[in-house]
Structure formats: C-alpha cells, structure tokens
C-alpha cells in the first residue's frame, strides 16, 4: 500500500490526546460521529475533529477521504468506515510489535521448555511460546516488513530451532523462520503436506554461535537479510526437505516463488504468525531484543476459513491427476490442496487414458470426454481442472485445430483440440457458472514429444484462452519458471513425486485461483 500523500502523525497525535474512540457514523464532510467525536472541514478545506484543526486536508477541491482513496486505491471503506479507521489508528503506515527487549520483557507465554533471565538476555531452553499478539507479515507487492533480533542464535552452536511460525503443531500449511548450523543456513520457509521448503541465506556457523544482530526483512517483493547492520544478503539456496538442495541463481524470483507459497497456504496476502517455536522445532537461544515493525496491516484481516474451503473442484485427467507410482500413488494435488484448504472435490483419473476419444469401446469408455459424464454437475462446481494430457501426444493422437463454433454436438472430439472444447462447452452449458482450468504438465527434457507438446501449448493452448475467455483459465506448468528441484519429478521424467506436488503443482493451482477465480 502506498503511504498517504498528508501526514498523519499529527493526526494520530490528536486523536490519541482525545482519546476519541469512533465505531460508526456521519460523513467526514461535517457531522457528529458516535462517541461524541465532531468532525468538520474547515474553510481552507483540512480536517477539524473536535474543533482541533489537523494537517489532514483536502487538495484541489478533493476531501481528504478522496484524496487517500486515490493514494489506496484498495481501501474499500466509505467515508464514515474511514473516519472509524482513522480514528481508531488503523490507518498507521506501521505497526510494531515488541517481543524481547531489555533482555527481560517477554510478550508470549510458555508453554513448554523453560525461559530463564540474565541481566542482558532471554534464555528460551528448548522451548515453545505462543505470542500475546500475534505478528501479521504483509506479503503484497507495496508491503514492507523487518524482524530485528540481537543474541546468540544458537549457544554453543546447538539450539536455534524456528524462532517464529504461524502455528506450533501440524504440518501443513506452517510458515516459519528458523536457522541449521550444519546447513550453514537461516531461511524462511513453508511445509505442506510433511514437506518442507526453505528458502536459504548462506551463514557461517560461527556467526550462529556468537552474539549478533540479525535483520530478516522484506521490501520491494524480495526477502533479505542483514547481521550486524552488514551487506545485504540475497537468499543463496532453496532446500526441500533436508535433502533437496539447488543454488538460486534469482532472488527475486526465488521471492516471488515463496511468496506464492505462502499465499497458497494461507489464502490471503499476509501471514500471521503465532509462536516462538513449534512442537516439532523447540527453540534454544539467547536474545537480548526480538522486535517486528510492518507496513500498514489494515487490509489484512485474519480470515475464519480459507476461501477455497467453501469450493467444489471437480478433476479430470490420467495419471498425473491421479498420483502414479512411487510415494503418490492414487494422491495427486487434488487431495493435498483439499487437506489444506478444506475445499470439497471429485476426481475422475485413470492412468494412460487420454483427452480424445478413440473409436473402440475399450479406450473410447475411458477418455476424458466420456469420463466427464461421471460427474454430478448437479453441484454446480466452482472449477473443473482438465489435464492436458501428455498420452494424447505420446499415443500420436490428432491434434485438430481450434474452431469456430461454440457448440459442444459440433466438435471432433477425436482430436486433442476437439476434445478439449467439447468439455469446456458442456460444461458451460451444464453449469454455466463452473471455470475450467486446463493444466500443463511439468516435463523433462528428455521426453520424446516434449517440443511438440510445448508446440502445442505456445499455439493451439493460447488460441482457446483467447476465443473462450473467462470461461477458461490456463495453469501452465511446462513454463512455468520456478526453482527447479529434481526430485520434483520422478524418475520418468512425466510423473510428480508427492513433494512436487506439494511445493509445485498446489501452491501454483491456488495461486491461480486466488488471481483469477
């Protein structure tokens, strides 16, 4: 969010001698708001509340509610919810939380470990706190947060453990900082379904061990540390479950990666974290202080549920859909994305089938475009997701060409593309108010058809967006830039492992339907 164009200390400053605490009300334009508050605009057009005149005013004939609508245009508030919000201080351009300081003063509560005091630190000792107020992170593109912590991380080079996390049990959907002396490393990560993925600053291990200033922060969409007030450092690695290590070449778009993980987990742009520590990562250190100061958090409001919760998602696809082999079989996303948000769905997936219907029953019984029929559409789904499957392509099936019509009787659906619009218009015509999001697949190199299938969707792919629009949304996953994790894939090259997955093809589908559905 942008910062107001006026300044609003002096604002704040007025209102806290007031003391005014404002729930509902008249326009800002004049008018008494309940709580006895009234507000006024004076003749050279600033804001008088209470007959005290603030430096809050209006510019070229626009009232200050105008003008800071302009600066924010994601403010959704009318004007008597803005003076509320004003008043009350949610407005500020920062908030700041104080967990440690003074070596003594300790914000959460223990609940388990031991905490324990010196004239300069807090000791945690295998601990695990739960905040008093729990630490809301920004992580839209304009927000801007730091942590600022001084002590030893990990004394006498053990310890550390994740000295933040947005809950203390589970593992999935858990946001956390934390540091590893043996992978030399601070991070901050996310764990879905059992997986972890840290996004890694290179340390020393001795600068773990000793006394220092650390500052994790995150501007201008890129996460960034700094020790002792030092050079900025860039993440270095992406580690996925201890094990899993690739180089980032990127941090910015390493950043973006772990920004849309987070998003996925938490269904918004903020993620509000609870604890000192979790259940599985206690923490041992020593802090002389342990501060957080964020932009604005007005906008990010803790939500009961997470918004795809109440979704219905219908797949359909072959063996990728349906989770082939190795620590997948019979799991794919669809099950983990419905274990994380809660969402309702129906898979329809059978290994080796293809898009296209092939005139023999064996096969022809079995393709997507009979398959679709299993579905109760009575339910009005919010999304179908189709595979674009890569046995079509293997099995040299027709590719057909994108038509003119929007008639589902009307399409060949013996070819790719004929199959592919015969779902989407049934559907349509179905349940009018269904999505269809059409998913490439993650893909080696090494695969005989993979030019031809990245042929296929740089072209035939992006001719359907256009000519079906908002009816269609495209999850392309061969394209996709991402930090790339061999065990992503399994062996074949073709098929997810569970890992993949979790930390690729979910945080990927929900960010899509986050944006666009």
Not at 251 to 265: C, M
Not at 300 to 324: C, D, N
Request: net charge negative.
């Amino acid at each position: 969010m942008k910062n107001p164009i006026l300044k609003l200390g002096v604002l704040f400053s007025c209102i806290a001698i007031m003391a005014c605490g404002v729930a509902c009300g008249e326009s800002a334009s004049g008018g008494m708001l309940q709580g006895g508050n009234r507000v006024e605009i004076s003749d050279d057009g600033y804001l008088v509340i209470d007959g005290i005149k603030t430096n809050f005013g209006a510019e070229n004939g626009k009232s200050a509610y105008e003008i800071y609508c302009e600066e924010n245009p994601d403010y959704k508030g009318n004007e008597a919810q803005w003076m509320n919000d004003l008043t009350s201080g949610k407005l500020a351009t920062q908030k700041e939380y104080s967990l440690i300081s003074y070596g003594r003063n300790l914000a959460a509560t223990v609940q388990t470990g031991t905490v324990s005091y010196s004239d300069t630190e807090v000791r945690l000792n295998n601990a695990l706190l739960a905040l008093h107020e729990p630490v809301v992170l920004p992580v839209s593109p304009s927000s801007e947060w730091k942590i600022a912590f001084k002590g030893t991380y990990m004394p006498g080079g053990t310890g550390g453990g994740q000295i933040l996390t947005s809950y203390a049990g589970g593992l999935n959907g858990r946001v956390y900082l934390g540091a590893n002396s043996g992978n030399k490393v601070i991070f901050l990560g996310v764990c879905v379904e059992g997986q972890y993925a840290n996004y890694c600053w290179s340390i020393e291990p001795e600068i773990l061990r000793e006394n220092h200033e650390f500052e994790v922060s995150f501007r201008d969409g890129e996460y960034l540390l700094t020790i002792d007030g030092g050079e900025t450092k860039h993440f270095t690695s992406v580690n996925i479950s201890q094990g899993n290590i690739t180089s980032v070449s990127d941090s910015k778009v390493a950043s973006s990666e772990l920004t849309t993980k987070i998003r996925a987990v938490t269904g918004q742009d903020y993620v509000k974290m609870t604890h000192i520590g979790a259940e599985s990562h206690k923490c041992t250190n020593n802090f002389e202080y342990y501060h957080v100061t964020t932009s604005s958090i007005y906008h990010y409001r803790e939500m009961a549920t997470h918004p795809l919760k109440s979704k219905t998602i219908f797949y359909l696809g072959s063996s990728v859909t349906r989770g082939h082999g190795g620590d997948t079989d019979g799991t794919s996303f669809a099950e983990i994305t419905a274990r994380l948000t809660g969402n309702s769905y129906q898979k329809e997936s059978i290994s080796g089938t293809t898009l296209a219907y092939k005139d023999n029953e064996a096969t022809g019984s079995e393709s997507y475009v009979t398959r679709l029929n299993n579905f109760d559409f009575t339910k009005q789904p919010d999304i179908l997701v189709v595979q674009l499957s890569t046995n079509d392509f293997s099995q040299n099936v027709a590719y057909g060409s994108v038509s003119i019509s929007t008639n589902f009787e009307s399409f060949d659906k013996t070819t790719v593309t004929g199959a592919i619009e015969y779902i989407i218009a049934k559907v349509h015509e179905m349940s009018p108010n269904t999505k269809v999001v059409l998913y490439t697949c993650p893909l080696n190199f090494d695969w005989g058809k993979y030019v031809e299938y990245g042929q296929y969707i740089q072209t035939t792919v992006s001719e359907l967006s256009n000519k079906w629009g908002n009816t269609l949304e495209v999850l392309d996953l061969y394209n996709a830039k991402y930090t790339q994790i061999s065990a992503y894939m399994q062996s074949d090259g073709l098929h997810p492992t569970k890992m993949g997955y979790a930390q690729l093809f979910v945080p990927n589908f929900i960010s899509l339907v986050l944006d666009n559905l």
